[in-house]
């Protein structure tokens, strides 16, 4: 459905769920059907036209409510004259009240948005949970990679800095929620579940808590959202790599340790002079050069690794740097016969009885840095591929964001 029906069914929606606006609606109709028929009966519409008359009701009490007043049909009976005395001093009132709960529904909504107190009912978003100082970075490359994505900030900046933040984004998908992000009713306004993905980033936009409490608050956030909606990806930010085994139990699906690099490029940049600069480059991604992510797909399935590779280059320009394999999980139904004897109904009991997930389907996978060229690519692989050209076999966020 194209953007501009859907926002005008949008704006129906809010009005509708407006009890006010809906109740001087409603008194509006029923003015105007009321005139209809009064003028319908009244003045013989229905013996002279029959129901052809009562068109030309409606059209007198529409013109008369609007106080546009053609004069082309008039009322002729006592009754129909008393009554649009009525209608005349009463329509005016009504529409001006409902002109003006259209203004103050809009303010309203303007005014809570600019608080983040609205309530977020988009899909397919991301949630950006938290502030930092590489915040900003963050969004600028999410919107490079994502095109057209919704970005939901939810975090306890003041207003004068969310205000400036949504300027200078202002041109893409960017909406906020103010609130602590490991509270299920925050999370809930942020529309946690018709998300696609999460990012916890070590907070510091809230006034309450020190940045101390930091990687405590992210496996809250993670353990919040995994148990409001099991499905959204969640990437997460630590301090201290010692918590990283806590966010993980907790469901997080990246988890990235600030710092963690910084000690391989300070080593590599002492050994082999430029080095460590040129590592920095790719991490930030600078000079153009991106990282992309491409599904091995019929396209590449049963090819070498070298083979592809030189594709791509010749292609894209692109250099392949890694393969992501996707490792199977084991089910509970390979480890049982087929004929499932008493033995195995028993097994299958107790692992039901236990209440635990021993054997859980979440996606496990296999990173291979620099493969060999006589590698075989298989299927459920991902190529890892830097290039300043975006290759087109690279799906759009919305439907690759339960991968990694």
């Not at 006034?207 to 990806?233: C, G, H, Q, W």
């Not at 290039?387 to 690759?400: A, F, L, Y």
């Amino acid at each position: 459905m194209p953007s501009f029906f859907r926002k005008i069914f949008r704006s129906y929606g809010i009005f509708v769920r407006e009890s006010r606006f809906l109740k001087i609606s409603l008194l509006i109709f029923a003015l105007i059907w009321s005139g209809a028929l009064i003028i319908f009966f009244a003045d013989g519409y229905y013996r002279s036209k029959g129901w052809a008359g009562l068109v030309d009701s409606l059209y007198w009490a529409m013109v008369t409510v609007s106080t546009v007043g053609y004069g082309d049909i008039v009322p002729s009976s006592y009754i129909s004259r008393i009554f649009t005395i009525i209608f005349i001093l009463s329509g005016p009132i009504l529409l001006s009240l409902i002109t003006a709960n259209i203004a103050s529904i809009f303010v309203e909504r303007k005014l809570k948005e600019g608080e983040g107190l609205e309530e977020i009912r988009d899909r397919n978003h991301v949630l950006l949970c938290g502030w930092n100082e590489n915040a900003e970075r963050i969004l600028e490359g999410m919107f490079e990679k994502m095109e057209r994505g919704l970005v939901v900030l939810i975090n306890e900046l003041e207003r004068d800095e969310v205000q400036s933040i949504l300027f200078h984004f202002k041109e893409f998908g960017l909406k906020f929620v103010r609130g602590d992000f490991i509270k299920a009713d925050v999370l809930l306004r942020a529309n946690v579940k018709g998300a696609k993905a999460a990012v916890i980033l070590s907070d510091k936009s809230s006034p309450r808590y020190s940045i101390d409490k930091a990687d405590e608050r992210t496996v809250f956030a993670v353990m919040a959202i995994k148990s409001l909606n099991s499905k959204v990806r969640t990437c997460a930010e630590l301090i201290n790599p010692e918590n990283r085994e806590h966010l993980l139990r907790a469901g997080a699906d990246e988890v990235i340790v600030r710092g963690e690099t910084t000690g391989s490029m300070i080593a590599n940049a002492v050994a082999f002079a430029g080095l460590g600069e040129m590592m920095r480059m790719l991490v930030n991604e600078e000079e153009g050069i991106r990282f992309w992510k491409i599904p091995v797909g019929s396209r590449y399935r049963g090819k070498s690794v070298g083979e592809v590779s030189r594709q791509l280059r010749g292609k894209y320009g692109a250099l392949l740097i890694g393969i992501i394999q996707q490792v199977e999980y084991i089910r509970l139904e390979d480890i049982l016969s087929e004929d499932m004897t008493a033995v195995d109904l028993f097994i299958k009991r107790k692992f039901e009885e236990s209440g635990k997930d021993f054997f859980s389907e979440k996606k496990r996978f296999k990173y291979i840095i620099n493969p060999s060229d006589d590698l075989i690519l298989e299927k459920n692989s991902f190529l890892v591929v830097i290039s300043h050209k975006r290759p087109t076999e690279v799906k759009i966020m919305d439907k690759i964001a339960i991968n990694p």
